[in-house]
């Protein structure tokens, strides 16, 4: 069994993957100091209470926040008896090539949204994904990351206007009736939304500009199915895009 661990700036997610299919997933906030004897508690009671017995012999993470890996590789060698499988590393073989400015180091979610975006749809993609931060990243028709947009996120920029306005109330994200907003959330609301959608739009029309082929736009993370709603600027969702593309990188890293 493969435990896929895909740890955010906000939540991580953990997900089982029985060679097939996905048997479970679990959410939860990141937590930096959390130790490897409590990761283990954690994923021992939520296996339990669904019925899971199988052994866990394989780990692969993807973290954005580095000091979380060290307790991840804590967990696997302790309590799974493996070696987890670290996106980001010289040794983990990723099967694309990144053509990036020398020196620049691109966050491992992003490598593995476009290791699973060329695995599922092949190259000349536009990978937009609603995260704590909002990222563009742009897949090459060979399957190569050749770099991206980096925005602030839906939810941050929300915490942000109701701390830096003492008179903006905290809101929910979410599709206005009206464009025009009659009261303060209203237009709050309106601007969030819409202002997003501008923002999504736009960048993809400026991305496809400088791209020499036609480009298909992939929407992935939790906000990806609101804003839907409000473009046709998406050719497709993916709500698991991330945990597909750990899978394919395990698959690639196996030992023979």
Not at 47 to 71: C, Q, W
Not at 112 to 122: L, M, P
Not at 219 to 234: H, K, N, P, Q, Y
Not at 236 to 250: C, K, M, R, W
Request: proline share 4%; aromatic share 8%; with cysteine.
């Amino acid at each position: 069994m493969l435990l896929a661990i895909d740890v955010g700036n906000t939540n991580s997610v953990f997900a089982l993957h029985d060679g097939t299919d996905f048997v479970a997933s679990w959410r939860s906030e990141t937590v930096a100091k959390r130790t490897a004897d409590e990761y283990f508690v954690f994923l021992n009671q939520l296996m339990g209470l669904n019925g899971i017995k199988a052994k866990i012999d394989r780990v692969i993470v993807s973290s954005t926040v580095p000091r979380v890996v060290f307790n991840i590789r804590l967990l696997a060698d302790k309590y799974f008896e493996c070696r987890p499988i670290v996106v980001g590393k010289p040794e983990t073989e990723l099967g694309i090539d990144v053509r990036v400015d020398e020196g620049t180091t691109v966050g491992p979610d992003r490598l593995v949204n476009t290791v699973a975006a060329f695995d599922q749809f092949g190259g000349d993609l536009i990978v937009v994904d609603f995260g704590t931060a909002t990222t563009f990243d742009v897949v090459d028709h060979d399957g190569a990351y050749i770099g991206g947009v980096i925005a602030p996120g839906v939810n941050l920029s929300v915490e942000a206007l109701h701390q830096a306005a003492a008179a903006l109330p905290h809101i929910d994200v979410t599709k206005p009736e009206n464009v025009i907003g009659t009261n303060t959330v209203a237009c709050m609301q309106s601007g969030v939304f819409w202002g997003y959608v501008g923002m999504i739009e736009g960048i993809v029309k400026q991305i496809r500009s400088e791209h020499p082929r036609a480009m298909r736009v992939i929407g992935t993370g939790g906000l990806a199915s609101l804003f839907e709603r409000g473009t046709d600027v998406f050719d497709t969702l993916v709500p698991e895009l991330t945990l597909h593309g750990l899978v394919v990188i395990a698959d690639r890293n196996k030992d023979e």
